[in-house]
């Protein structure tokens, strides 16, 4: 890769994966409406809703805390963005494994936790406090998944991974290949992205949406935009690990958009789980999933 | 046209233009108009597909919907919401109560006329306003932001002492407020922005 196609892309690909983000976002607000027979926003609503927040007149700041928190919850995520590999761009991928990422996943909880902390509301606090035991519940099963993929292929390497899953076809996808880790991963991507059953940490009618509660302008904003981001940044990472990554950016796409449409299909017909249940069920349900798939894999049985 | 285009107020209309399609609503429900609002929202009037957003908080809202009356004490609650929204923001004051008092004309304890102590930007007439008029009324504020005429929420920053002389008046006393309305205008550069 040259210098300037690598400069290039390192200004690129944070807005590409902005705007996949914006269709993402839109697809669900639409996909949700229809299922509920409504006509639903725009598919770019939430481009308009990060410009109109972008742009407000007054924004109050609840000290120094805040402001550099919510930059540390942006930048964590986009540096994690550059170690995940998409099609076309995987410079950054070789420098570091996916231990690197699941380290690097944490900022943008902990960023949250600071900046929240700071504007000292009850609601905000509380909604912090489920984010971290969430995380608490949603990481152990998605690190042992990645012990078990890991172990199976014999790398840490994201890259090898998918080379590993292109070279064998079909059948060598994780989902076909290991499927306990990877219906224990897709457990946890749900409570990851924060989507019900697990909707603990934004819940609008419980909590009035957490963390976010003396968010305005563009303290929201900001926080919409990681949103955006972090969505297809999460989705990709399971699809590297399980679904044999992608070749060219349709098929990237295609499989963004079946993952994300299976997620949120889930997430139509749950209400939530109070925060203990949720947790309960990350560690009774997906934590010995992957628990079974990785002794699976030490057995040689799948 | 007979304004001059600037570079700067050719992007604030290409912004308003954008940003009218997303107005988050933040409804303080005393009266019983409040019922009309989830046939609004809901499958049969849909109000999402003009952007219009239920929010939870005044950080986050860019309009008060205030459905029906306010007595006097809940009046001080919405000084204190309206006060902590970021502008721009907008009141709507929803019912006949909210426009001359309604039903409740002769009652001690209503406020009469909401813009007296709150800058209006569109009132729904009706005792109650059907689902109708509200996507007709909502539809109408989304015209003004669209053409960057929506600037009631100015207003505060310009007549405060108005405002606040209202307020006091009714309440007998100093109100209670954690936002320094002159201070704000003059931190975010509010009143200059507009001559």
Known sequence: ????????????????????GVLLGGYERK????????????????????????????????????????????????????????????????????????????????????????????????????????????????ILTFIGVAMKEQTTSMLDIINIQQAGGFMAWG?????????????????????????VIVAPHEIATGPMTEMGGKYLGIMFIQHLIALPLE????????????????EYLVKLFVVWTALISVNLVFGRFRIDSAVKFMWKISLPLAALGVIGIMLNIA | MAKEL???????????????NSLWMLHYCTGCGAIE????????????????????????????????????????????????????????????????????????????????????EMYLAGCMPRPE??????????????????NSWRDYYENYEFYRKNQEELFGGPVQSYQDIPADAQRFGILEAHE
């Open chain 2, 6 to 20: 600037t570079q700067k107020a050719a992007w604030d209309m290409v912004l308003a233009k954008l940003k009218k």
């Open chain 2, 133 to 150: 008029a509200i996507i007709s009324g909502f539809t109408w504020l989304i015209d003004r932001v669209g053409k960057g005429e929506a």
């Open chain 1, 235 to 250: 989705l990709t990472i399971y699809i590297n690990l399980f679904l044999g990554g992608a070749t060219n950016w349709l």
């Open chain 2, 37 to 120: 609002l989830p046939p609004t929202m809901t499958a049969r009037y849909d109000m999402e597909r003009f952007g219009i957003m239920p929010m939870v908080t005044p950080r986050q809202a860019d309009i008060l919907l205030i459905t029906g009356y306010l007595s006097v004490k809940t009046l001080k609650r919405v000084i204190l919401i309206y006060e902590q929204m970021q502008a721009p923001k907008y009141v709507v004051g929803f019912g006949s109560c909210t426009i001359n008092g309604g039903m409740y004309w002769d009652s001690y304890s209503t406020i009469k006329s909401l813009d007296q102590y709150l800058p209006v």
């Open chain 1, 1 to 20: 890769m040259s210098t300037l196609s690598l400069v290039v892309w390192i200004i690129a690909y944070p807005v590409i994966i902005f705007c996949i």
């Open chain 1, 175 to 199: 989902l076909i290949a290991h499927p306990l880790l990877g219906v224990a991963a897709l457990i946890a991507l749900q409570g990851m992205l924060n989507e019900k059953p697990f909707e």
């Open chain 1, 31 to 142: 996909f949700s409406a229809r299922v509920e027979r409504r006509i639903g926003p725009s598919w770019i609503q939430p481009f308009y809703d990060v410009i109109k927040l972008m742009n407000k007149k007054t924004n109050v700041s609840h000290g120094y805390m805040h402001d550099v928190a919510i930059l540390m919850l942006l930048g964590g995520t986009l540096l994690t963005l550059y170690f995940v590999p998409v099609p076309g761009f995987s410079y950054f991928s070789q420098f570091g494994d996916f231990l690197v990422i699941s380290y690097l996943l944490l900022i943008p909880s902990l960023g949250m936790a600071l900046g929240v902390g700071e504007t000292a509301n009850p609601n905000g606090s509380i909604g912090i406090s489920r984010a971290l035991q969430m995380l608490a519940g949603y990481e152990v099963p998605f």
